[in-house]
Structure formats: structure tokens, C-alpha cells
């Protein structure tokens, strides 16, 4: 499979991304919790991130300033917030504190909540910013976490019954387009962009968001998992079945929905219905409007061109229909 660049890009600095993380976690009072510091390197080292978008606030730093290595800290954020969030997902979707590693759960529950919460304030404390930088930064951050945990709340509560478009969008803006134009945003806030660039490059994540989204859920299918089935989670892909679907297929998509949470042959059946040409067709075209979207985002942009293109080509390659 071809790399993309920002994969490349990731290999030359994984290494300060990995500092920034060390001195976060060095900077815990160590007389009081060397437990904490050994609890949260354990659980990074064993949840490690399937793809390594932590670059992605150095690649929209560096289209505003022409130089990706300041906003490494942003990097580190950005991991410490998808480990924190992707446990506690786990648990939302009714799992029991997950052992990881030599952590108990309830010890992996304690680690992920310094992860998302303690540590990435450390880290924005530790930049030598203005005061003003410094508080817009946090208030950027307070604002991610609440709003992915309000797109977290919509996931848990939406049914394949009641599922439309619509519903869908406004669950993923929040549960994955949230923390994505959150660490964008940040990272026009640090190169010292104005206001209204800091908005499009927030709306920019949001967008993002939603196509990663779109990725991921395609794939659980592709990988046999069906997580998103176990888990009777609402994706995109099934509200548009849904929403399309006359009412007896509908009726027909709603009964599978609930019985492929413990029945195999249900989620093959669903999974089935969900990958039929006509459906992925307009799923596909969808995609597409979202991949334009983030396009027309960036082109307004503007800015360093080594890596707009970077954004383009991984927009691009979320948008792309694998089922």
C-alpha cells in the first residue's frame, strides 16, 4: 500500500512528539504520583493509535507558517486525547473498565482519565505563550470535550429505528468532528492566526472528522469485526439504508439492527443489506460532497502549499470508498 505523506511526515518527528509526551508526563509532581506516570505510559504503550493523525495540528501549524515542529505539543495532545477518548468510548458502548496491559480496568479508567484530562493541560501550561494564547487554547480545548461527549451522548441514544442522514451527520460532527476541529483550530491559534482563520480551520477538522468517520465505519465492515453492529451503533451508512428503504425493508433493517448485537447470522445478513451497489452508490456520492467540502475549506485557506496538498491528498484517500 502507498504511504501518504503525511505518514512520511510522521516518521521524522514521531520522535518530539514522543518527547513532549515524556516531559508531560516527568512534570507530574513525582512524590505524589509515580503511579499515574507509570499507569498512563502503560496505557499509550499498549492503546497505541491505529494511524498516526497526531500530525495533523503540525500539518495545518505548518500551512499557516511554512514549518510543522513548534506545534509538536499539539501532537501530543492530540494523543493523549484519542487514547483517553477511544477507552471511555469502549466503555459508552457498555463495556465493563478494559484490562490493558498489567492496568486492571478500573486502574486503565484512572490512566485514561489523566490522559484526556490532567495531561494535555499540562502540556498547554508548559508553552511559552501570551496569557491571551494560553486561555484560548484552553477554552479551545474545554470546548472539544464537551462537544464530542454531547456527539458521544447522540451515538449512545440513536436508534436504527428513528436513524436518518441528518442525525447521523450531527452525532458525527460531534463524536469525531469535534476533536478534530478542536487540535486544527489549536493549531491555528498557536501560529497566531486571525479569528477567522482559526474558524475555518475549525470547521475544516469538523469536515475531516466526518469523512474519518465514514473511514472507520467502513473499516469494522471490511475487517469482520462489526464492532458497530455488536455495539448497535448507528452508522451512516445504516441510517441512509434506513432512510431510503421502503417501510417494509425498513421494518426488516431495524429488526436486524437489534438482533446483531448477539446474533452472527444477523450481522451478516445486515452487513449484506448495507454493502448493495445502489446504496453504496449514493453513499459514495455523499462521501464525495464532504471530501469537496474540505477541498473548498482549504482552498480558501490558502497557505503553504507543501502541505495543503499533504491535507488534500489525506482527504482524498478518507474519501475513498473501500466496501
Not at 89 to 115: F, M, Q, R, V
Request: aromatic fraction near 6%; glycine fraction near 6%.
Amino acid at each position: 500500500m502507498k504511504e501518504l505523506a503525511y505518514q512520511g511526515l510522521y516518521r521524522g518527528v514521531a520522535s518530539e512528539i514522543d518527547k513532549t509526551l515524556a516531559a508531560a508526563l516527568d512534570k507530574l509532581p513525582v512524590h505524589t504520583s509515580p503511579s499515574t506516570k507509570e499507569a498512563v505510559t502503560e496505557l499509550l504503550a499498549e492503546r497505541e493509535l491505529a494511524y498516526p493523525l497526531c500530525v495533523l495540528p503540525m500539518i495545518a501549524y505548518a500551512a499557516e507558517t511554512g514549518t510543522p515542529r513548534p506545534a509538536a505539543p499539539l501532537s501530543a495532545i492530540h494523543v493523549l486525547w484519542w487514547t483517553s477518548a477511544c477507552y471511555l468510548d469502549d466503555l459508552a458502548d457498555g463495556h465493563h473498565p478494559i484490562k490493558t496491559g498489567s492496568l486492571s480496568g478500573n486502574e486503565a479508567l484512572l490512566a485514561a482519565t489523566a490522559a484526556g484530562h490532567s495531561l494535555p493541560l499540562q502540556v498547554i501550561q508548559d508553552l511559552d505563550i501570551s496569557p491571551s494564547e494560553h486561555k484560548a487554547l484552553i477554552t479551545e480545548f474545554i470546548s472539544g470535550w464537551t462537544i464530542g461527549i454531547e456527539g458521544q451522548l447522540c451515538d449512545i441514544r440513536e436508534s436504527a429505528e428513528t436513524a436518518s442522514r441528518a442525525s447521523a451527520i450531527a452525532t458525527y460532527r460531534g463524536k469525531s468532528g469535534a476533536p478534530y476541529g478542536m487540535i486544527t483550530a489549536m493549531a491555528s491559534i498557536l501560529s497566531g492566526a486571525i479569528s477567522t482563520r482559526t474558524a475555518l480551520w475549525r470547521e475544516f477538522g469538523y469536515t475531516f472528522g466526518i469523512l474519518w468517520q465514514m473511514f472507520n465505519d467502513q473499516q469494522d465492515i471490511l475487517s469482520g469485526r462489526h464492532e458497530d453492529l455488536r455495539n448497535r451503533t448507528v452508522t451512516y451508512l445504516l441510517a441512509c439504508a434506513v432512510e431510503d428503504a421502503p417501510p417494509s425493508v425498513r421494518q426488516r433493517l431495524v429488526n436486524l439492527s437489534s438482533a446483531a448485537q448477539h446474533s452472527e447470522a444477523s450481522r451478516q445478513e445486515l452487513t449484506g443489506l448495507l454493502v448493495e451497489p445502489p446504496l453504496l452508490q449514493r453513499y459514495q456520492r455523499e462521501m464525495a460532497a464532504f471530501r469537496d467540502e474540505a477541498h473548498l475549506l482549504l482552498d480558501t485557506l490558502g497557505g503553504s502549499e507543501t502541505y495543503l496538498v499533504m491535507l488534500r491528498e489525506l482527504v482524498d484517500d478518507s474519501a475513498q470508498l473501500r466496501l
